[in-house]
């Protein structure tokens, strides 16, 4: 055993001082470093992205409402007068997608402008008389008629009507067909019939 040494100035033992103690950090006290920082902003970014992703699912495979009770959206348009489109033309109306098609004979037609294989938009080709489907390479005469396959059936019609020299065209109602027939052409009635 050790003996213990005595204090010279009398027998108590000097206190100690204590040197000063590191301020203790809690772990929300310490300074994020960039890093960390930088996979929050990456973490809150993909939980963004996730919920973005979520809403846009649940929108696209929600069912459609029912439109009723909106008003009728206007279908039948007037394109021209008879005397307007010569013998062989054919006139692009966009806004209601179809080509208005005035026959050699004076006869007219409404076509779609959708291919009937896949749904591309066909051009009419005025060099070759023809509507040529740049996706596919779908081919169709002036009366929609397919030429070159690999489109199943004619471009599909639209009613036409003539009234008092007036064409009119149906574009609401679309008119899937097999074949062309003499009966697809609209004409102008004479005065004599």
Known sequence: MKKRKK???????????????APTQ??????????????RIWLILAAIGVVEFGVMLIHFFRPRKPQAGLPEAKTRITVGRISDFRPGSVTAYPQGRFYLVCLEDGG??????????????????????????????SVFDITGGVINAPAP???????????????????????????FRDDQVVYAKNDNE
């Open 7 to 21: 204090n010279p100035a009398g027998g108590k033992r000097p206190k100690q001082i204590a040197a000063p103690e």
């Open 26 to 39: 809690t772990p929300g006290d310490i300074q994020p470093s960039r890093r960390r920082f930088l996979n």
């Open 108 to 137: 007219f037609m409404a076509l779609s402008r959708q291919c009937t294989h896949l749904g591309c938009t066909v051009p009419w080709d005025a060099e070759n008389q023809q509507f040529a489907c740049p996706c596919h390479a």
């Open 153 to 179: 059936r004619p471009l599909d019609r639209f009613p036409v009507t003539i009234e008092n020299e007036w064409v009119h065209v149906d574009f609401g109602q679309r008119i899937r067909r097999g074949q």
